[in-house]
């Protein structure tokens, strides 16, 4: 029997079902909105063993890209907001490419990821328990099957988080008129609003604060005018910037692999 409503895995209040589509040309499945948050989620995600076949879908041509606006971006909201002298972690950091750029750039970058090897970070991989300033997630709530249980779980690290994921239009769309429902590789999964953030935000006492794109829970107060204007400069020209402000880590880095690979070989 079909479900009509299912519970919200936001705020756990009933999610209406909006619309049916087909993913990854296999599987039909329904989708949930939730008036109360609003939040869209698909059904229970029972596909994505074949879904995560490879972490990273070859569909997604804008990886590289993607890492080097948001390193310049980033690396300006962490200098005026949280201190050039941090320590941070990219959660679900896939090869690696975003956290080898922060520290070429000069920030004290770290790298987690479960699913995804380390090919580009190495010698640089979170150690539980690890103290850290602030946490990015770059195109990553998304893919969360259980996105409350995920939060709580990265709030465990550090209450300060930079994300980016594409909200919902005001107007619902249907599945062939948004892109980012992502049907053809099918882990998206999960879909929010500015609402939803807002909610996420205060259900944990932290503040919120976006331009549209990138997204900060943060238990810091910021002018959110201040925030807007330096999260939309270009990432190119803001690494640039923060180039002439930091001290690389490359060079120390490759001393450290180095040092590092002669005292295992002794």
Not at 29 to 35: L, Q, R
Not at 223 to 229: G, M, S
Request: proline share 4%; glycine share 8%.
């Amino acid at each position: 029997m079909e479900n009509k409503t299912i519970e919200c895995r936001i705020c756990g209040a009933q999610s209406d079902k909006v619309f049916d589509a087909r993913i990854m040309s296999i599987h039909n499945i329904s989708y949930y909105h939730c008036s109360n948050c609003g939040f869209l989620q698909t059904e229970k995600p029972y596909w994505l063993g074949e879904a995560y076949s490879e972490s990273i879908n070859c569909s997604d041509t804008g990886l590289v890209r993607r890492n080097l606006l948001f390193s310049g971006v980033t690396a300006v909201i962490l200098y005026l907001f949280f201190g050039k002298k941090g320590t941070f972690l990219d959660y679900a950091g896939g090869y690696g490419l975003f956290v080898r750029l922060m520290r070429d750039i000069g920030f004290d970058f770290y790298w987690d990821d479960q699913y995804t090897p380390n090919l580009i970070a190495k010698g640089f991989e979170y150690k539980p328990g690890m103290p850290v300033d602030l946490v990015t997630m770059y195109e990553v709530f998304e893919h969360f099957a259980d996105p409350i249980t995920e939060i709580e779980k990265v709030m465990k690290i550090s209450k300060n988080m930079l994300f980016t994921t594409e909200l919902l239009p005001e107007v619902l769309p249907r599945p062939e008129e948004w892109w980012y429902f992502g049907l053809d590789h099918g882990q998206h999964i999960a879909f929010y609003s500015r609402k939803t953030l807002e909610f996420i935000a205060k259900k944990y006492g932290l503040n919120f604060y976006t331009n549209g794109k990138m997204h900060l829970i943060t238990t810091k107060k910021i002018n959110p005018v201040l925030y807007k204007f330096f999260a939309t400069i270009p990432g190119g020209i803001t690494a640039s910037i923060m180039k002439l402000l930091l001290r690389s880590k490359t060079w120390d880095d490759n001393l450290k692999m180095k040092n590092k690979k002669a005292e295992t070989s002794a």
